[in-house]
């Protein structure tokens, strides 16, 4: 007996293979099938979904646009007794720009060019993103800020300071003319 016996395939072996091989060729034509007809199906389904993201965006353009956010800030490491450092931001619009959202808007008094920020989605909630984004006349900032319904909370850094800010959401009262 050679050391190689063990190794070769019986004639029973190699003839059960080949009625398996026979056997998924025979379904073969109807695996095709199910494939062209599934086709169709998954398309849809990123069809529906390119539909619903597009919807979702719309939501979130129209809900942020005409907004103040009204809250506060911290700094990390900052010693502070009493309350927390207020602030504000007014969002007259949101539109869309290709891959990202620009927002129209303005810090405390000063109207700011329009920000290029992507917002990605953690589940049902939008997350706004500005990444190393220069204002002219301000800086470099990063923010990374949640939005749940009429509330925000996030973090933001200018160069290497760093912390916290948080508050609510409101549509912005219309400014009434004093000449009136």
Do not use: C
């Not at 219309?174 to 009136?180: I, L, N, R, S, V």
Request: charged share 20%; glycine share 8%.
């Amino acid at each position: 007996m050679s050391p190689h016996d063990n190794d070769s395939l019986s004639e029973m072996e190699i003839r059960a293979m080949t009625r398996r091989l026979h056997a998924f060729r025979s379904y073969l034509p109807t695996l095709l099938a199910l494939a062209v007809l599934a086709a169709p199906l998954a398309l849809a389904a990123d069809d529906a979904a390119q539909a619903k993201q597009k919807a979702r965006n719309q939501a979130f353009m129209k809900a942020m646009s005409g907004t103040t956010l009204t809250g506060f800030f911290s700094v990390v490491g900052e010693e502070k007794d009493g309350p927390p450092n207020a602030d504000s931001y007014e969002i007259s619009k949101v539109t869309r720009g290709g891959n990202f959202f620009l927002f129209h808007s303005k810090f405390g008094q000063a109207k700011l060019p329009p920000l290029p920020l992507k917002v990605v989605w953690a589940g049902t909630k939008p997350v706004i993103t500005m990444d190393k984004i220069t204002i002219p006349g301000m800086g470099t900032f990063s923010v990374h800020l949640l939005i749940d319904g009429n509330r925000y909370a996030g973090t933001w850094s200018h160069g290497k300071t760093l912390g916290h800010m948080w508050g609510t959401i409101a549509k912005t009262k219309a400014k009434t003319d004093p000449k009136t």
